[in-house]
Nanobody
Framework: QVQLVESGGGLVQPGGSLRLSCRASGSIFGINTMEWYRQAPGKERELVASIIPGGTTTYVDSVKGRFTVSRDNAKNTVYLQMNSLKPEDTAVYYC??????????????WGQGTQVTVSS
């Protein structure tokens, strides 16, 4: 079993910053892509940022230049640095990791979600 635990969400004013963390633990024999998704009320979940083992990153257009995704492979952890936050960034943020388990199969694993609210 693999568990992902997120932290770092909260309430911040427009223009402020937050840093999300997501750490994986359990039966881990490798981690491939690490991703951050978000889901706002009444909207579908969207992919915000991703990072592969070599460090290549991708971002949805709405966060380019403001958000930075990074990973610490030794700690099985992915981060999302969010700067210049806007009210439209308000959502529940979820991490997802593609993890190889004891059976050598790769599977997606999700965090529990952390609320980010941008409001004055």
């Amino acid at each position: 079993q693999v568990q992902l635990v997120e932290s770092g969400g909260g309430l911040v004013q427009p223009g402020g910053s937050l840093r999300l963390s997501c750490r994986a633990s359990g039966s881990i024999f490798g981690i491939n892509t690490m991703e951050w998704y978000r889901q706002a009320p009444g909207k579908e979940r969207e992919l915000v940022a991703s990072i592969i083992p070599g460090g290549t990153t991708t971002y949805v257009d709405s966060v380019k230049g403001r958000f930075t995704v990074s990973r610490d492979n030794a700690k099985n952890t992915v981060y999302l640095q969010m700067n210049s936050l806007k009210p439209e960034d308000t959502a529940v943020y979820y991490c997802n990791m593609i993890v190889r388990g004891f059976d050598n199969q790769w599977r997606p694993n999700w965090g529990q979600g952390t609320q980010v609210t941008v409001s004055s």
